[in-house]
């Protein structure tokens, strides 16, 4: 009974438009996030940018060190007569006069700090050459001193991927809980105010209704996410030349199991709310205190990225109401003891089967009272009588 309710809502569900769409943007999104990490942490080569340096009166004296070529700048180097004039046609990006650097507007922070070494670099030669010293003396003088870089926490592009992958997890789970919790809620308010649901409960316990609801609905929303956490672990696969590192692929696993306990979590407490109203209109409402621990964790998380060792993540990650979100999060970005991911994750699967009873009932009690809207406390009160 509870896989025919199931199989009901998977296919009234997934023969929607806003499911194929959904689940579109879902697909395409994957592409952009595989293009995203790779453009992010694919490789260090880059073109030197163009730019064009207009050199007037003393400033024509530096036209040899400007054309030494530079990594980071290809630099084109021009004699004019009139800075404003060449400025005004286009066809210069700084003027320099010998002792002034000259802006249109704003000043190109990277390009005037080219400019200004590459002035600075001339005069030491010329400092050089009054006090007698080669120039083989200068650069041995000069010289930098060559340091290496240890990270703890991994190279830049690691952290990089570390980061990308938890953001990932984080909107995925706030998206797909809080799209197919508002569907559920739309679908039980729908079925109440045409009166399906009592036609449904001739014939099946309202226990049996929910579960096979919050099942259908479930593995719909389970594709989709397996949709988003295959494109983005083929992402990873697909990078060359930076490791992926280990907490970032054990939050695959994480997120799928926290993503199947946090719907059935919340999924009861969605259909719960569904329950106590008649109309679509006061659905809306009805559904923001249960979207707001979402956003809670949410904002807990995006809060943490520079510190995911804070207390306040830690606690997030053991707390059923913002786990789900918090804590894929936590293993990609900060590798935490398996003993924390274990206890975090038998609080949340515990959580469950309570929240289900409890939600139930309040969802037994309060579907077939049609007209006004059933306030919580009085659902809560009916449910502890009942």
């Known amino acids: 009974m509870i896989w025919t309710i199931a199989k009901r809502e998977i296919v009234t569900r997934a023969r929607t438009t806003s499911f194929k769409v959904l689940t579109a943007i879902l697909f395409l999104g994957v592409i952009a996030a595989a293009v995203a990490i790779s453009t992010i942490t694919g490789g260090d080569d880059e073109a030197a940018e163009e730019v064009t340096i207009g050199l007037i009166g003393e400033g024509v004296e530096y036209a040899d060190a400007f054309a030494v070529p530079n990594e980071q700048f290809d630099a084109e180097i021009i004699t004019i007569d009139n800075a404003q004039a060449a400025f005004d046609d286009g066809s210069i990006d700084v003027a320099f006069d010998g002792s002034t650097v000259i802006w249109e507007g704003f000043s190109w922070p990277s390009l005037d700090a080219y400019v200004r070494t590459t002035v600075t670099q001339s005069e030491f030669v010329e400092r050089a050459n009054d006090q007698g010293l080669a120039p083989t003396d200068l650069a041995e003088l000069f010289a930098p001193v060559e340091l290496e870089e240890e990270r703890l926490d991994g ?31 739309m679908g039980v308010v729908e079925e109440k105010s045409s009166r399906v649901v009592e036609v449904l409960l001739s014939h099946i316990p309202a226990r049996s209704l929910l579960t096979g609801k919050i099942l259908g609905l479930g593995l719909l929303a389970l594709f989709q996410m397996a949709i988003l956490v295959s494109g983005v672990a083929l992402a990873l696969l697909l990078l060359q030349g930076i490791e992926v590192p280990d907490g970032v692929w054990n939050a695959v696993p994480i997120l799928l199991i926290t993503f199947v306990l946090g719907f059935g979590f919340y999924a009861a407490i969605f259909a719960a709310v569904g329950s106590t109203v008649s109309r679509q209109e006061d659905a809306q409402s009805a559904q923001l205190p249960v979207m707001l621990p979402l956003f809670v964790g949410y904002g807990i998380a995006i809060a943490s990225i520079s510190n995911p060792d804070s207390i306040l993540l830690r606690i997030a990650s053991f707390v059923p109401f913002t786990s789900p979100m918090v804590l894929p999060f936590r293993v990609a970005l900060a590798d935490p003891p398996l003993w924390e991911i274990a206890v975090a994750l038998l609080v949340l699967a515990v959580s469950v089967p309570l929240v289900l009873r409890f939600a139930g009932a309040i969802y037994r009690t309060s579907l077939l009272k049609v007209g006004t809207r059933v306030p919580i406390l009085e659902a809560i009160r009916s449910r502890s009588d009942g």
């Open 155 to 185: 190279s830049e592009d690691e952290q990089g991927v570390r980061i990308a992958a938890a953001m990932v997890s984080t909107v995925a789970t706030l998206v797909l809980l809080q799209t197919w919790g508002s569907f559920l809620t």
